[in-house]
């Protein structure tokens, strides 16, 4: 399987932008990265997906190293909801399987 | 809510039991997964369907026996369960099976083998 690494964990403040980083040095060209989240008893929600060039949606950016071996989520402006797990995931077109490892867990201060 | 659902959202059930775990998706998607997620530990894939059929089978134990009769509706059966199959079952839907789209997960039931 495709393998991420991300730190363990993250502190923010309330209010300020985020970057969560991930590294995946094994990504080859058709590989895509993706990001979910896991708030305490729920289920995965989906953020954000990319390939080549850094994407933006409403939930947040994904900034992604030229060289792709690395990305970068960002919360643009944190809040206490956003205190979650969140995975960074490498997906293969060859199989497109959606695996999780331990992802990063954020914590928000007030 | 995202669109998935999924029944009962908690469970108890003894070890010679034989119970059921139901998702259902109305959004047109084509393809379905089962996850686990035990305690302390990172989700794992059990089955993956597109379009009804079974692509995937991550060497689940055949206690669990899963049933996909449409793409909108995927089952879960369960049957002579051990106390270390307790965990969160989560469901998930796709439009496709592929790299370049998003995954739906339902709230997933608690479930706790006694």
């Known amino acids: 399987d495709a393998k991420t690494t991300q730190p363990n964990s993250m502190e923010s403040n309330e209010e300020e932008p985020v970057h969560l980083p991930c590294n995946h040095s094994?990504?080859?060209?058709?590989?895509?990265i993706h990001w979910y989240r896991q708030l305490p008893s729920q289920g995965p929600e989906y953020v954000i997906h990319?390939?080549?060039s850094n994407v933006n949606n409403r939930m947040a950016s994904l900034a992604i190293a030229e060289d792709r071996k690395s990305s970068t989520l960002i919360l643009h402006r944190a809040t206490l909801r956003d205190a979650a797990v969140y995975y960074c995931?490498?997906?293969?077109?060859?199989?497109?399987?959606?695996?999780f490892g331990k992802g990063i867990t954020l914590s928000v201060r007030p | 809510e995202t669109g998935v659902t999924q029944t009962p959202r908690h469970l108890v059930m003894g070890m010679t039991n034989k119970k059921s775990l139901k998702c259902e998706q109305h959004?047109?998607?084509?393809?379905m997964y089962w996850y686990k997620q035990s305690a302390k530990k990172p989700l794992e894939l059990m089955f993956v369907?597109?379009?009804?059929?079974?692509?995937e089978n991550n060497s689940v134990p055949s206690r669990f026996s899963p049933e996909c009769p449409n793409s909108s509706h995927l089952f879960l059966h369960l049957h002579t369960l051990q106390p270390e199959d307790s965990a969160l079952y989560l469901c998930?839907?796709?439009?496709?099976?592929?790299?370049?789209?998003?995954?739906?997960f339902g709230q997933g039931t608690r479930l706790t083998v006694v």
């Open positions: 995931i490498q997906i293969t077109g060859a199989n497109s399987k959606l695996t």
């Open positions: 998930a839907s796709s439009p496709y099976l592929g790299a370049n789209t998003e995954a739906f």
């Open positions: 094994t990504i080859s060209g058709t590989d895509y």
């Open positions: 369907y597109n379009f009804k059929e079974q692509t």
């Open positions: 959004l047109g998607h084509n393809a």
């Open positions: 990319g390939l080549t």
